[in-house]
């Protein structure tokens, strides 16, 4: 477990490219470290905000895209293109844009793929090919993933583990149909606190007034359980990007002055 570093940036657009920037370099050194590097996306304003700015940033050429593998930290059950599947909207945002190669995309199943509308399978089939992706150096059933991307609800969710519900209490399986969510779509599909705690980073992002007490009550000490953000950590690094809205009502001891 790693202890939160908190950034803030004077507002989200600024917050967007900084982001970007990093993620950018992370990407690069992976690459040059392993041969390959690992990222889960995540959608939202600000996941797509990120993607966006990813997009038009002059660095993104520095990235080998066809040794970049892409997952997802959850997705809404939808059909195929629909406009509010978090694929769909990532590849408005960046993947149409890029050469990244489409088997390293590895895209959650919708509701009319092979699965049909059983969401538990298509949930099992994704632990599968993360099962597959694992190594042995992993220790575990998915990869060790180089950057994990989460976006954080109002309520404190992240991906798709809402407070209280049954899948932020998951221990065993990495991925789980999530039923009956507070915010449409109620279906979804969503990796779990344990998977997204095999990252080596992992990366979350709130900008605006709405996200200030989330933010705050993740990290004040908040149980996972209340707060799934609270939960969402790295083995190596856990960073919350802010915008100065989001981080109003943080003690301002929890990041330096220089950050804002």
């Known amino acids: 477990m790693s202890a939160p570093q908190v950034v803030v940036h004077r507002d989200k657009e600024l917050m967007a490219k900084a982001a970007a920037a990093r993620l950018i370099t992370k990407i690069v050194d ?4 392993r041969g390959s590097a690992s990222v889960v996306l ?3 304003r600000n996941g797509n905000g990120l993607l ?4 038009e940033a002059p660095a993104r050429d520095a990235v080998d895209w066809s040794r970049l593998d892409l997952w997802w930290g959850d997705e809404r059950f939808l059909p195929d293109g629909a406009p509010e599947r978090n694929y769909t909207q990532a590849r408005e945002a960046l993947l149409d844009s890029v ?3 489409p088997a390293r995309v590895h895209v959650m199943a919708p509701s009319n793929g092979p699965y049909g509308n059983d969401a538990d399978a298509a949930a099992e089939a994704y632990a599968v090919e993360l099962g597959a992706a694992a190594g042995p150096e992993d220790h575990g059933p998915v990869p060790s993933f180089d950057v994990l991307l989460l976006g954080v609800g109002p309520d404190t969710h992240v991906a798709s583990l809402f407070p209280e519900l049954p899948a932020v209490r998951e221990t065993e399986r990495p991925v ?3 039923h ?3 915010k449409p779509p109620p279906t979804r599909l969503s990796l779990t606190l344990p998977a997204i705690r095999a990252a080596r980073e ?3 992002l709130a900008a605006g007034e709405d996200k200030a007490k989330a933010a705050a009550m993740a990290l004040s000490g908040a149980g996972e359980i209340q707060a799934p953000a609270a939960g969402a950590y790295g083995r190596s690094r856990t960073l919350w990007l802010l ?3 989001a981080a109003s009502q943080l003690p301002r001891g929890l990041y330096p002055p220089a950050s804002a």
Do not use: I
């Open 30 to 33: 992976a690459q040059a470290a």
């Open 42 to 44: 995540t959608g939202g």
């Open 52 to 55: 966006a700015a990813l997009a």
């Open 99 to 101: 050469p990244v190669d």
């Open 176 to 178: 789980v149909a999530v």
């Open 180 to 182: 009956g969510a507070p």
């Open 202 to 204: 992992v990366w979350l």
């Open 243 to 245: 915008d100065e809205a």
